[in-house]
């Protein structure tokens, strides 16, 4: 299943982002090399992040989330977690 999960920046969230950023890009690239990561990158309005990811559950959607340095380091001062269905661009049907 599909999660969208948004990062909302706090006040010091620019500062305490380049800290805090190759532990979250470590992490992202571990899950990424297992297939689960679907997108993600920074919103240009600097006003957070965007990610996309494949997780069994909303529970372990939830936990990605709680988890990351982001978000115990208070660059996230937010973060939402929903489920989602992708509609384009169309997955490839597996045969």
């Known amino acids: 299943?599909?999660?969208?999960?948004?990062?909302?920046?706090?006040?010091?969230?620019?500062?305490?982002?380049?800290?805090h950023r190759p532990a979250h890009l470590a992490r992202m690239e571990?899950?990424?090399?297992?297939?689960?990561?679907?997108?993600?990158?920074?919103?240009?309005?600097?006003?957070?992040?965007?990610?996309v990811i494949e997780a069994d559950s909303l529970e372990a959607a939830e936990a990605f989330a709680n988890e990351d340095p982001y978000t115990l380091h208070g660059v996230f001062e937010r973060v939402e977690v929903h489920p989602f269905m992708q509609v384009f661009p169309k997955e490839a049907d597996p045969q």
């Not at 006040?11 to 982002?17: L, T």
């Not at 899950?31 to 992040?49: C, E, I, R, W």
């Open 30 to 51: 571990a899950l990424d090399a297992q297939g689960g990561v679907v997108l993600a990158g920074p919103l240009t309005d600097k006003t957070g992040s965007l990610i």
């Open 1 to 19: 299943m599909k999660f969208v999960i948004l990062g909302f920046d706090g006040p010091d969230g620019a500062a305490k982002r380049k800290v």
